[in-house]
């Protein structure tokens, strides 16, 4: 005897329903991950650019003592000279987050070494004048021994000392990197 068996496959498949479930859920976890993503993403910015100045002051130092002249740190413009003391940058504001240069004297002018580019997100205040280094020791010379560096523009995710940076220069010019704001003004 033979039987004709028809088998039947079957297909499993997302409901509507459940495919709505999941892109409403995927929203909802995107809602909640993309505040963490940006003030992750500037904590980084900060981080950076902590250690960007912290690396140029350590730059600026050495090259005072290795080569036995006055190495000067200034605030910077788009062509690369030193601004003026309260003179902004090209976003209008007075900080050093218009960038920075290590600078050198030579034939009458000053000579870049090194120069680190601005980053308007991020506050970098200290005092707004020139901080030098001299040999034979590699001394800062200047009105400021402190850069306090943080946000540019404070959320609710990116407040507290969590989200800021200080960094301390010694007399000897040595300097280094503190959590949390340092209270340096403009």
């Not at 600078?103 to 870049?112: A, D, K, L, Q, Y």
Request: hydrophobic share 45%.
């Amino acid at each position: 005897m033979k039987r004709d068996v028809h088998t039947r496959r079957t297909c499993r498949a997302f409901t509507l329903f459940e495919t709505l479930v999941v892109v409403t859920l995927l929203a909802i976890v995107a809602t909640l991950t993309v505040p963490s993503f940006a003030a992750w993403r500037m904590r980084d910015q900060v981080d950076a650019r902590a250690r960007a100045l912290l690396s140029t002051l350590s730059y600026a130092r050495g090259e005072a003592l290795r080569r036995g002249a006055r190495v000067t740190l200034c605030r910077v413009d788009a062509a690369h000279h030193c601004l003026a003391s309260g003179q902004p940058c090209k976003t209008g504001v007075i900080d050093w987050s218009c960038g920075w240069a290590v600078m050198i004297e030579r034939s009458g002018g000053f000579v870049p070494l090194r120069v680190q580019p601005d980053l308007a997100s991020v506050s970098v205040v200290g005092a707004l004048t020139n901080l030098t280094f001299t040999p034979p020791a590699g001394q800062a010379n200047g009105s400021f021994r402190s850069f306090d560096i943080g946000p540019r523009v404070e959320s609710k995710a990116t407040q507290g000392k969590d989200w800021r940076r200080c960094i301390r220069i010694a007399a000897g010019g040595r300097a280094r990197i503190v959590d949390g704001a340092c209270g340096a003004t403009a």
